[in-house]
């Protein structure tokens, strides 16, 4: 009968204290529950950010994309045309557009016609020479026909040596027609640029494009060219409409990069000396911070990821990217006999400390078995930042970067240290699924043709716990590391 | 909001009134749900779940009994749902589990003795706990629980014993209840 009582009583106590028994969920219980009884009007999802992102860059790109085409050559704003001389000798400057006519003046005997009517003439006169033009479109030779100055201010004929080296001078040799009246059209091109706007033939880009018009008549020009000894000249108008590509300073660059690192974690704990007392604990050597009594080794973490970097101005840029980072860091614990083992937390509303037990089959510190834990995290973040040019020049720079970093935490392992610090345990619930990061370094550039290498130290920084609000240890993983990246110029 | 107006919001699929209904009940709910749950994410899994049932069957519900008991029967069977679909009660894992529940004393100290209870009801193998969970607590019989888990009568009734009886051992460990007197022969000799 008393048994009988006993086992009533003990039922009811486990009914009474069961009902009492309350915990609060988590808010993504409730998103889950709303998003599937109203799917139409979903919580904002990852995939929604990353699209928002995406586009964002996209249209970036998309804008400062360039391919614009000018008839405009790709000179200086700033060049200034050189006029004839005047009676006096001297000069004159104004600025003139390429298609300008080459307008002529009484006064210009002093100063030679420009070299391609001497060299049609020659053609005309049935010479066949070939013609070579370098990058530089100059090629020195001993048999110089012509230079775009024949003259000096004074009337003397200019010796070789007394020539400009900037001046036009082409080797003549065998070559057919159309290579000649090619080659002409871009003398004439080369010349009129020159005689017009001031340029000299290191002005112009080894990229510029001369390219023929179709309906180009270069014996019409010919035929208009009066002999270079006549001082009388007729005006001289060629319009020579030139094609060429302007390359705007790339705004947008993309690039990848690496960065193996050493990868640990800052340990505190948050009010743990007061969870000990509350949980009656007076042993002075429990009440000791919680990082005298761990064994922690760091480990090897990596940093991968992708970016756009678009320039704000000439030194500052905005960057925007993917990453995935993993951090990690070694336990030293021994293996015991499962005990149990008791975490006291905090309720996240109330603050009302609260104790939860689970079963626990490693000991702090080293023992009879010895073995190692890992605490590891895999994040996937956006990175977004900024890169600012600290010195350099267009082939070497030396620059600083800083970026926040939200990050999904696609996988971890967390082996937590019970209250007591005599034992760690698993709770995955402990751990966060969202965090924050901060990534700050600098790095050295260096640009080739088409990409640009960097490489520098960088400390990335995790600013949220490792573990919710309600633990009262603070973990955060801190990793030292070299980065090293390649990005591409998008033209 | 009260429990009419609730209701009413949420016969409608009005959001307000289902976040209000899920607010008021999903505390104790969840409580219910971790002490079938092996952890606190697979409790909160089961809520969601049993809730997302709540709110599609809300229709059914008929004013007959209060709205928590009829919340509780139906996040109870989706927890046992859960678990079977996950098959958590497997015995011979159960008694392994059970052989090497170790206590240690000078570890054990709670402060609020219903979280004691329930964490004392969750250390208990899977198996165990949720026939324990079912008969004491939620009020099925045993032949009630032998159909929801599709196990024999007797097998129902032999597992509360065994869940019993571990489940006073841990208690009294943790000196959430004393150790009964011992019975008395008529010798004046214990048995």
Known sequence: MEKKFYTNDFEHLLKENADQFKMFPSKKVWHGIYNDIHPGTRWPSIAMSLLFVFTLVLIGHLNTQQGQHSYLPNVPKNVESKKPLDKNGNKETTAKSVNSSIEKDATLNAIAIPSHSLLIKEQLKGRSNQVSIRENFVEASNDIIYSSKEKNPDGRALSNSERNNEDLIVNRSSADLQNINTLIFDELNITAIEYTTGLTTDNISPSTIFSKPADYNYESIANNITDISNPGLKENKINVPTRTKIHKNPKITWGYYLAPSFSYRTYSNKGNDADQIYLGYINNSNSAGVNRPVTHRPTAGLEVGTAMKYSLTKKLKFTAGFQANYSSYTIQANNIHPIIATLILHDEKTAMPYAISAISYFGNGPGTIPVNLYNYSVQLSVPVGFEYQLAGNDRIQFSAAASFQPSLVLANQAYILSTDKRNYLTQSTLSRHWNMSTNVGTYISFASNKFKWQIGPQVHYQLLSAYANKYSVREHFIDYGIRVGVSKLIR | ?191
């Not at chain 2, 697979?42 to 007959?64: P, T, W, Y």
């Not at chain 2, 958590?88 to 000078?106: G, P, R, T, W, Y």
């Not at chain 2, 009886?165 to 048995?191: S, V, Y």
């Open chain 2, 1 to 191: 909001m009260t429990e009419e107006v609730m209701l009413h919001g949420c016969l409608n699929n009005i959001a307000s009134a289902q976040e209000a209904l899920y607010g008021r009940f999903s505390p104790r709910m969840l409580g219910v749900c971790y002490r079938f749950a092996r952890n606190r994410e697979d409790a909160e899994d089961m809520l969601q779940e049993g809730f997302i049932k709540v709110f599609s069957q809300i229709h059914q519900f008929r004013n007959q009994g209060a709205l928590e008991g009829w919340i509780r029967r139906i996040v109870v069977h989706t927890c046992i749902n859960v678990l079977k679909k996950n098959k958590k009660f497997a015995d011979s894992v159960d008694l392994i589990h059970a052989n090497s529940i170790h206590l240690n004393e000078n570890n054990i100290h709670s402060i609020l003795q219903a979280k004691q209870v329930v964490e004392s009801i969750r250390l208990l193998p899977m198996g165990y706990r949720t026939v324990l969970n079912l008969y004491a607590i939620e009020g099925f019989s045993h032949k009630e629980i032998a159909a929801i888990l599709d196990i024999e009568e007797s097998t129902s009734r032999s597992q509360y014993t065994r869940a019993k009886a571990m489940l006073e051992d841990i208690l009294i460990k943790k000196k959430i209840i004393n150790k009964p007197r011992e019975h008395m022969g008529l010798t004046g000799l214990t048995k």
